[in-house]
Nanobody, 121 residues
C-alpha cells in the first residue's frame, strides 16, 4: 500500500536549519509530484513547496530562498532543506502525493502523518 513517512522535525533556534525527509513506498515514485504542506495552530494548512516528477520546483513566497525541495528517486525520498528558520515557520509539516506528475495539479491522494517543527529560542 502507499505510504509516506516524514522525519527530521524538531526544535531549532531562529536562524537554524533542519532537513525534513519524506520516504515513500508502495507506488512508482518517479511518476508523481510530491508536495510539502504545513499547518500551524489556528491556521489553515498551506502548501509550502512541491517538486514535480521531473524535478521542477515551486515555493510559496515566504520560504523562497530559504527552503529547498529535492528528490532522490533511487531512495524514493523527497527532502525539504529549511534554512534561516523563523518562529513563523513553526508548524506540523506534512508531505503529500500529487495525483499526477505536475505540481500545478492541486489534488492530493495520500498524506504522511506529519512531523513537528518548532522554531524558538
Amino acid at each position: 500500500q502507499v505510504q509516506l513517512v516524514e522525519s527530521g522535525g524538531g526544535l531549532v533556534q531562529p536562524g537554524g536549519s533542519l532537513r525534513l525527509s519524506c520516504a515513500a513506498s508502495g507506488f512508482t515514485f518517479n511518476a508523481y509530484a510530491i508536495a510539502w504542506f504545513r499547518q500551524a495552530p489556528g491556521k489553515e494548512r498551506e502548501r509550502v513547496s512541491c517538486i514535480s516528477s521531473d524535478s521542477i520546483t515551486v515555493y510559496i513566497a515566504s520560504v523562497k530562498g530559504r527552503f529547498t525541495i529535492s528528490r532522490d528517486n533511487a531512495k524514493n525520498t523527497v527532502y525539504l532543506q529549511m534554512n534561516s528558520l523563523q518562529p513563523e515557520d513553526t508548524a506540523v509539516y506534512f508531505c503529500a502525493r500529487v495525483v499526477r506528475g505536475r505540481c500545478y495539479v492541486n489534488e492530493y491522494d495520500y498524506w504522511g502523518q506529519g512531523t513537528q517543527v518548532t522554531v524558538s529560542s
